[in-house]
């Protein structure tokens, strides 16, 4: 059975960073790889968006709003998945969604396209 456990979230300054990381099961190393994996977060009252996505060969993709601030990464061997925040703003206040789906020629930031979701961690900055 496939699963997706995301670390513990964590609350900060405004301006501060927090690493995130999702530990998934359920795949041996090869599938892991060939995943497109992402991170989701949703905020109180607002819909659930796109972060930052990676697939194979480590081609990742980022909303607009956190490109420069934000990386994600991967550790095929280890089946992990990260994701470095820095210059955290309180906009950046959400539960955060680690999530898994078929690589198609690219890693979309579309919710529809992916299969496999963790649980979701409390990211929370503070002015």
């Known amino acids: 059975q496939v699963q997706l456990v995301e670390s513990r979230g964590g609350s900060v300054q405004d301006g501060g960073s927090l690493r995130l990381s999702c530990a998934a099961s359920g795949y041996t190393s090869a599938t892991f790889t060939i995943q497109c994996m992402a991170w989701f977060r949703q905020a109180p009252g607002k819909e659930r968006e796109g972060v930052a996505a990676i697939g194979t060969g480590g081609s990742t993709n980022y909303a607009d709003s956190m490109k420069g601030r934000f990386t994600i990464s991967k550790d095929n061997a280890q089946k992990n998945l990260y994701l470095q925040m820095n210059s955290l703003k309180p906009e950046d206040t959400a539960m955060y969604y680690c999530?898994?789906?078929?690589?198609?020629?690219?890693?979309?930031?579309?919710?529809?396209?992916?299969?496999?979701w963790g649980r979701g961690t409390q990211v929370t900055v503070s002015s």
């Open positions: 999530a898994a789906g078929p690589w198609r020629s690219g890693c979309s930031l579309y919710a529809r396209d992916f299969t496999t």
